[in-house]
């Protein structure tokens, strides 16, 4: 039975920085696909990076590109959230899900994933 534990997350100023980690135990993360979700108060859970047990293939949501890298330690068995750039409305809880299976690709939807982390708050506030 995976269980997946988040950590990092805090309060960052905007325009700052956080690595978020997802630690995976009872099982090997790589072969899961793995997703990085948020919540924000009043609104429905997003995807934000999904990385997939076969060839590492990812996929990010449009408004994270370019400011957040998702990326995979095997020996560690994490997976990694950097963010950087960090706005205002990426204030939310921070999931990691995963779906187990050899797949090439993963979607950015929450209903394709069924293990789930705690969550680890992120607020970017000044």
């Known amino acids: 039975q995976l269980q997946l534990v988040e950590s990092g997350g805090g309060l960052v100023m905007p325009g700052g920085s956080l690595r978020l980690s997802c630690t995976a135990s009872?099982?090997?993360?790589?072969?899961?696909?793995i997703g990085w979700f948020r919540q924000a108060p009043g609104k429905e859970r997003e995807g934000v990076a999904c990385?997939?047990?076969?060839?590492?293939?990812?996929n990010y949501a449009d408004s994270v590109k370019g400011r957040f890298t998702i990326s995979r330690d095997n020996p560690k068995n994490t997976v990694y959230l950097q963010m950087n750039s960090l706005k205002p409305e990426d204030t939310a809880i921070y999931y990691c899900?995963?779906?187990?299976?050899?797949?090439?690709?993963?979607?950015?939807?929450?209903?394709?994933?069924?293990?789930w982390g705690q969550g680890t708050q992120v607020t970017v506030s000044s």
């Open positions: 009872g099982s090997r993360v790589d072969y899961y696909n």
């Open positions: 990385i997939s047990s076969s060839r590492g293939s990812i």
């Open positions: 899900a995963a779906l187990r299976g050899i797949f090439r690709t993963c979607v950015l939807s929450a209903s394709n994933f069924d293990s």
